[in-house]
């Protein structure tokens, strides 16, 4: 009777095994498929009949084999389940994604469960796959993960240029700094604002003025290398700092940069619009007690080119204020 009992519920267990939503898979000592769930053909487009006694790392070759046969066997030695999560892998056999709301993922992503299954002798010759689909969760937490990292991008750059907001500017110039004071690498800084920015804005309207300032910062983001940390400073002012650069250098990257503003052609709203900058540079020295001395001998060579007639580069005081002048 008992014997009877056991075997309808069985029965009622591989009814089971073949309507749960995940995927289940029993493999031999060999790794041959000796069970294959409704999930699983229908994810693999390969029925039972096919699979049957066939290597599950034949069917699907894109499984890492040195991978899986260590977790496979260690599972097994230490008659302990284990586990695989999308994080680590994303997928154990390579499925085609269906969810509806999860349009971007081409795959499906998959946690998984080595179950080793022991016989009545305490053998443990087969284990159980146990494949869940956990896409929605994964594509769920990667838009989360994007949104964070946009909204801490956002954090540290100015909204209409795109180049570091002066909080977070300052911090790179202050870490630069400690960088000099220690292994004393050279750094200059170039400092610059739109001549008669104010003319500008009360002549064409902030619109164009916004659009004056947009292009400046995408000419300056182009000239300035990676390494480089380029800044709106205020208004229609901006800074950047060129770590590992000499004074000279960063004069002859000013210049470079002055001259692409002065060539620039700014459409808006059907007229064509222009501008020049003023620029001061200065470069880290041992006498500065602290990097706010780099940004005040900028901002002394900055006021230099101003008087001098604008439309120039002015070098601080290691280049002895010598101007240069575009006619």
Known sequence: MSTLFDISELHWLLDVVQSIDVGVVVLDRDYRVQVWNSFMENHSGKPASHVSQQSLLDLFPEID????THKVETAR??????FTIWEQRPYLVRFKSYQPITGQADEMYQNVTILPLRTVSNQSDHVCLIIYDVTNVAINKLQLETAN????????????????????????LEHEFARHTRYSSPASLVMFDIDHFKCLNDTHGH??????IRRVAGMTRQMARETDYAGRYGGEEFVV??????LQGAGQFAERLRTGIA???IEHEGQT????????????????PGYNM????ADRALYQSKAGGRNRTTLGIAGERVPRTQA
Do not use: K, Y
């Open 65 to 68: 084999r040195p991978w899986f």
């Open 77 to 82: 030695m230490l008659g302990t389940r284990a």
């Open 207 to 212: 619109r164009a003025g916004d659009e004056v």
């Open 263 to 265: 060539q620039l052609n």
């Open 294 to 297: 780099l940004i005040e001998e």
């Open 241 to 246: 700092l060129l770590p590992d650069t000499d």
């Open 149 to 172: 990292t946009q909204l801490q991008e956002l954090a540290l750059r100015d909204g209409l240029t795109g180049l570091l907001n002066r909080r977070h500017w300052e911090s790179c």
């Open 273 to 288: 619009l222009s501008c020049t900058i003023s620029v001061g540079v200065a470069c880290l020295h041992s006498d500065m």
